[in-house]
């Protein structure tokens, strides 16, 4: 069993909510606007779906439902977005 890296959950977290402000989920803290930057969610979305897949087998069951919750959650927001 691979051991924990508390710096993974970090990472995966603070990728998921700097996703979450491009799919204009989260307000711009400068202005207090949403804004939506499509290319820049695809590109954070497009990092932790290879991240799932490179650390395949590598990840605590902690670390691998984070992954997958939170790509789990942004991908629709991502359909809806570009819709």
């Known amino acids: 069993m691979p051991a924990a890296d508390p710096r993974f959950n970090e990472f ?9 402000f491009f799919l204009g989920q989260l307000p711009n803290p400068a202005t207090g606007e949403k804004q939506i930057n499509l290319r820049a ?16 087998g ?6 691998e439902k984070l992954l997958s919750t ?13 819709d």
Not at 12 to 20: D, E
Request: no cysteine; hydrophobic share 45%; proline share 2%.
């Open 12 to 20: 995966v977290l603070l990728q998921a909510q700097n996703a979450g």
């Open 41 to 56: 969610a695809k590109s954070v979305i497009d990092s932790l779906e290879m991240l799932e897949i490179k650390t395949e």
């Open 58 to 63: 590598n990840l605590t069951a902690e670390e």
């Open 70 to 82: 939170a790509l789990a959650n942004l991908q629709p927001l991502y359909e809806k977005a570009s």
